[in-house]
């Protein structure tokens, strides 16, 4: 009808008119947007994170719009609006490609793993999980790696995948033997190393690594809610 052409000719408009612009006056013009939104919005920029983001990288602010695209998806994660999480993670990630932004890179990739599980996506949890792992063996952070490694156990185990999952536990306990005080991380390779061999039908082992899981947390004094949870499901098959 009439109302859809004028709105679609409006918009042609606008692009032509925007795409003629010159390049440094369109960098201004999304930068004093951003401003606008920055104070107009103080305080309550949640709603707008995802905006900010594009108007800091259409202005060539790539540091500003990984900024608030990695925002946008944590605040997207806790409205459960997984997909759109992890598009706005990868877009973050897409704009950190200096070595200089490795390690943030690195601390991304875990919540992007994280929200593939959600979305049903194991397969790119592993791929993303991998990919963390070996940016914090670069890095030299056993700690970081093993937490990785980890991770990537889960999603195998995620996927009926059992023994990968417990190669993954193993690359994890080889990373945390340099870092003997991890008391966290070892308690919950054992509690996850006893959920895979449950599931594997290897009772004793398992009993075993659930004891290890458990003694560990009670010397870490420190209850992770995560290694309660999958010791008690492993326990109760």
Known sequence: ???ADLAFTHDK???VLYQSLN?????AIHRQVVQAIETLY???LQPHYASLAHHYQAAE???RAADYFALASRHAASVYAFVDAASYMEKAL???????ERMRRADLLRPLAETYLYIGRPDKAIE???SAGDLWRELGDPSKEAEARLDVAFAFHWM???PEAVSGIQRAMECLEVRPNELRLRARAYAQWGLATTNMGDTAVALAQLDRAEALQAQNGDEDPFITVVTLWARSW
């Open 1 to 3: 009808g009439q109302e």
């Open 13 to 15: 408009i606008r692009e």
């Open 23 to 27: 390049p440094l006056r369109r960098r």
């Open 42 to 44: 103080s305080g309550r």
């Open 61 to 63: 602010d790539t540091i």
């Open 94 to 100: 897409e704009l950190l490609i200096g070595d200089e």
């Open 128 to 130: 993303v999980g991998q």
């Open 160 to 162: 009926g995948r059992e």
